[in-house]
């Protein structure tokens, strides 16, 4: 069936929803455990205690096994300080550089959002297409994973598709799809969102939404595709190749999504925008509920949701962000708690840190430190939301307005 065909079914299918709808319209967290081999998946054994760190080759993932760790690397009870590590440096004014970058992206892209919405397509293409680029150019910047912690507060969208073209491209470059590719994958995940705004006063509500109000913001899909080919309605191969993704964003790999479509139908390129997707909006707040630690969605992807997403598209998050991402907060062996800055992407369970309160979760003198130069020092766990709250409420109130972005 043709895309156009589909978008028609999609439209009418989604609007006989509406009309008959009624009127009437847990957070759990866990420890990262160690990684078994399971032939189909990755999956986290929840039984066993954190002994080893090891990364399946399930799905051809191409990691390399973490050494098996001899107990004593476990019993290590020295803290973290200056002279028992070499400090990494952080190049401050190489990150205010990637802020300024992620700051102009975010200008631009709230920009693109006003014309769509006052009905003026002008220059939008180029608009889009500018965004892309920049975004592509600084994909392998280590600086720029951090920047997806970010979260713009008036209107969660803008931040919401930049990140997700950010973590797409990361992605589809992680999988060695070629260069023109990624730039249009990049494309059309800015773009999947694109009709959100007529739905805010939907999305903003400080409540979970209805059935009937949930198939009524569905249709913001519908809506992406009619808005993506006015955008580029002289560019028809772009045109069919955004539309069918933005389509297929909110399809599940195992028929769960809104048009339930099944495996065979969805190609790699949508589910890269997919995983990007689901991914972003566990990991920061809604109107409606709190996020997720970023270590506790990827456990999710590869145990809860394991069937939702094609395995090309896991391996390209984990391989991209890792078990821990970047801006996420880890329990170290020593008890201390750090913040991962970057990851190793061939050791992908020894980042690079910065180590921030001690044992009793009291902030300490920061130190960078990169867990591959100190094999007896490991990330234990992640650090739970509720815990760090429990325990240095202060810091957890700072953290969380450190991820708000005000001065775009």
């Known amino acids: 069936m043709k895309f156009s065909e589909l978008k028609k079914n999609l439209k009418s299918e989604s609007k006989d929803k509406t009309l008959n709808l009624e009127n009437n319209v847990s957070n759990k967290t866990s420890k990262i455990h160690q990684v078994e081999k399971d032939p189909n998946l990755v999956q986290l054994n929840k039984e ?45 004014e190489k990150f205010e550089k990637v802020k300024g970058i992620y700051s102009l992206l975010l200008k631009r892209y709230a920009l693109l959002l006003s014309k769509i919405y006052d009905g003026s397509y002008l220059n939008v293409s180029d608009d889009v297409k500018y965004l892309s680029s920049f975004i592509y150019e600084n994909i392998d910047d280590p600086y720029f994973p951090l920047m997806l912690a970010y979260l713009t507060p008036s209107n969660y969208v803008i931040s919401h598709s930049i990140n997700v073209a950010i973590i797409s491209g990361m992605i589809a470059k992680s999988l060695n799809i070629d260069s023109s590719k990624i730039s249009k994958i990049i494309i059309a995940s800015l773009c999947i969102d694109v009709a959100m705004p007529y739905y805010k006063n939907l999305y903003s509500q400080e409540k979970v939404l209805t059935n009937n109000e949930k198939k009524i913001i569905e249709m913001h899909v519908s809506d992406g595709v009619e808005i993506v080919e006015k955008i580029f309605v002289f560019e028809n191969e772009l045109k069919e190749f955004v539309s069918e993704i933005v389509l297929n964003s909110h399809e599940r790999f195992d028929g769960s999504g809104y048009q339930s479509k099944k495996a065979e139908e969805l190609d790699i390129f949508s589910q890269i925008v997919a995983i990007s997707d689901f991914y972003e909006a566990l990991t920061h707040p809604r109107s409606w509920r709190k996020a997720i630690e970023e270590s506790y969605a990827i456990e999710l992807i590869t145990s809860k949701y394991k069937k939702m997403f094609a395995p090309q598209s896991v391996k390209g998050l984990i391989s991209s962000l890792g078990m821990y991402p970047p801006g996420s907060l880890v329990k170290l062996s020593t008890g201390e708690i750090a913040k991962v800055i970057f990851i190793n992407k061939d050791k992908i369970f020894r980042p690079v840190i910065e180590v921030l309160m001690n044992n009793s979760f009291e902030e300490i003198e920061h130190n960078y430190i990169d867990l591959l130069e100190y094999p007896l020092t490991s990330v234990e766990s992640y650090v739970k939301y509720k815990d760090l709250e429990n325990k240095n409420l202060k810091f957890k109130t700072k953290f969380e307005l450190e991820k708000l972005w005000i001065e775009w």
């Open 48 to 92: 066993t205690d954190y002994k080893e760190e090891r990364v399946v080759d399930s799905w051809n993932l191409g990691f390399k096994k973490e050494a098996d760790f001899d107990n004593q690397f476990f019993k290590i009870d020295n803290s973290i300080n200056k002279n028992k590590y070499k400090p990494i440096l952080f190049d401050k």
